[in-house]
């Protein structure tokens, strides 16, 4: 195995090197989340990584802010070194009753709210950059985004998810 230094200076694709996925902490730590198989996590995290890439490209639904995530299911079983049936698995288990409610949840924000939430939780924009792309004060956004997780926490209760 070639020895790892590191150093101030990165050469052509070497950058790559130091590139990772995020998988959210709850999708390890919370018993909610158990039954996900670990392939099924890996994958989520490919697949916010794909969405963080198309947010940076402007891929996405005006109307309602939902970002598009182009990858495809030959693409996953590429990255995932998976046959077609077991990447459609892996993705089915992603789909969840949950997820399902958090796009009808999204639908109910207004356009400007919706962004606000996404900005924050899909593409890990600070406040600062919110306020900036928005024209609302940093503590407005902080109390807009406390708002609209108090509003998802109660619509998922409402609905006996939480």
């Not at 989340?33 to 005006?62: C, P």
């Not at 996953?76 to 049936?85: A, L, S, V």
């Not at 939780?121 to 940093?138: K, M, N, P, R």
Request: charged share 30%; net charge negative.
């Amino acid at each position: 195995m070639p020895e790892i230094i590191l150093s101030d200076y990165f050469y052509g694709d070497e950058s790559e090197e130091f590139v990772y996925f995020k998988i959210p902490r709850q999708l390890i730590t919370n018993p909610k989340f158990k039954h996900v198989s670990t392939d099924a996590k890996l994958l989520y995290g490919m697949l916010l990584d794909r969405m963080s890439l198309s947010a940076r490209n402007d891929w996405y639904d005006k109307d309602t802010w939902r970002v598009y995530i182009y990858y495809t299911v030959e693409e996953i079983c590429e990255d995932m070194t998976c046959g077609r049936d077991k990447a459609m698995k892996l993705l089915a288990e992603l789909d969840t009753k949950k997820s399902r409610l958090i796009e009808d949840f999204l639908e109910t924000l207004s356009p400007e709210n919706r962004a606000i939430l996404m900005r924050r939780h899909w593409f890990s924009d600070s406040y600062g950059e919110i306020a900036v792309q928005t024209g609302l004060s940093e503590k407005n956004v902080s109390v807009r985004l406390t708002r609209i997780r108090k509003q998802l926490r109660h619509y998922f209760e409402e609905r006996g998810v939480m």
